[in-house]
């Protein structure tokens, strides 16, 4: 953890570059700061935050910069959510009460007011629950050469999923000794019940066997396939306002990520929601790719009638974390709401 005055200093350049997208110097710093501190001080402890990778210098500027690292922290650990806005509380309110739009129309025009307020563009995943009483019969494992081995999941209304392991990055014995988990665990379970299954399934396959998390999220992408899913991609034209965004390669790769997601894709998201109700995931940076270590994703899951919906918004790092946060609470405060209202 950091110091008192590390923290205070880290979270105003934090803030303060959101705002302005210019590097923060010592002067800003002093202006803004609460506590009794010189400037030299401030200049001590924020050459010690940039020698901890906390921040970063931009070119020659005597101002400093957030990392993905100092963001982290800063979301982890300082981020405060802003007063509530009566205003966009009403509004939203209004879409999602609204008897004459459908549940689609409802996270459409939500995610519409959100990206236009975060300058993110918003991908709304909603898997369908028209397959509910779809669930695994039965699994099998095939070697097919030293190298290459095939999982069969045999689906209750008699279609096969199949996935292919490179058995360099997974042993046999692995796989059989997940299969028997999985079979133990996930025999005759609806399909749109198994999110509930994680926790046990993860603490016995730790326990088990190696590269765990890969076998795990592999197995369950591969029966997911067969859930049906609908997809829509709102607010790229807000995205673009950022400046982040005016290299051409850059934005060709924001935009094929956001195309290329699907209903498993943010399974870490789907996963840890079930776990804990409408928890909001935060990718930053190098977390998300190399390539695209300016970008920041935030997503959380819930029910809705039609099934679980993802609501994922992506836009650069520096976005005003505390205000997207609040709208996405906000946003899943209204859905559940309405759910139980209706239940």
Same mark, same amino acid.
């Given at each position: ?31 803004? =700061?609460?506590?009794? @501190?010189?400037?030299?001080? &401030? ?21 400093? +910069? ?33 008897? !004459? ?11 519409? &007011? &959100? ?5 993110? %563009?918003? +991908?709304?995943?909603? *898997?369908?629950? *028209?397959?509910?009483?779809?669930? @695994? ?32 990055? @997974? ?5 059989? =000794? ?28 730790? #326990? %088990? ?13 591969? =029966? ?24 051409? *390669?850059?934005?060709? !790769? ?19 929601? %079930?776990?804990? #109700? ?18 920041? &994703? ?38 559940? %709401? ?6």
């Amino acid at each position: 953890m950091l110091k008192q005055r590390q923290a205070e200093i880290l979270k105003i350049i934090v803030s303060e570059y959101i705002k302005t997208n210019q590097p923060i110097g010592s002067k800003t710093i002093q202006e803004l =700061i609460t506590i009794s @501190v010189s400037s030299a001080t &401030i200049r001590n402890e924020s050459a010690a935050l940039e020698e901890t990778g906390f921040l970063e210098k931009e070119h020659t500027s005597s101002g400093r +910069v957030p990392s993905t690292k100092g963001y982290r922290y800063y979301v982890d650990n300082l981020m405060t959510f802003d007063t509530e806005d009566k205003t966009l509380r009403e509004k939203l309110k209004a879409i999602i009460y609204s008897r !004459k739009s459908n549940i689609d129309e409802v996270l459409e025009e939500a995610a519409k &007011i &959100i990206s236009e307020i975060t300058k993110m %563009s918003a +991908v709304v995943v909603t *898997n369908q629950n *028209n397959q509910k009483l779809l669930a @695994v019969k039965k699994m099998d494992l095939i070697p097919l050469s030293k190298t290459l081995a095939l999982v069969t999941f045999v689906l209750s209304d008699g279609n096969i999923q199949t996935e292919t392991f490179n058995l360099s990055n @997974v042993s046999i014995d692995d796989l059989k =000794i997940a299969i028997k988990i999985f079979s133990d665990c996930l025999i005759d379970t609806p399909l749109n019940e198994i999110e509930n299954n994680m926790e046990n399934l993860k603490e016995i396959l730790a #326990q %088990s066997i190696n590269n765990y998390e890969y076998i795990l999220q592999t197995f369950i992408g591969t =029966i997911l396939e067969k859930q049906s899913s609908k997809k829509e991609i709102v607010g790229i034209k807000n995205m673009l306002e950022n400046p982040e965004f005016n290299d051409t *390669n850059k934005l060709k !790769k924001v935009i094929s990520l956001m195309e290329g997601m699907s209903s498993f894709d943010w399974f870490d998201a789907n996963y840890s929601a %079930s776990q804990k #109700q409408n928890i909001i995931t935060t990718k930053i940076g190098e977390e998300i790719s190399e390539e695209l270590s300016d970008l920041t &994703i935030l997503e959380t899951t819930f029910q809705t009638k039609q099934g679980s919906t993802t609501l994922s918004l992506v836009g650069p790092k520096r976005i005003d974390y505390s205000q997207a946060n609040h709208l996405i609470k906000l946003f899943t405060e209204f859905i559940n %709401s309405e759910g139980e209202e209706n239940g």
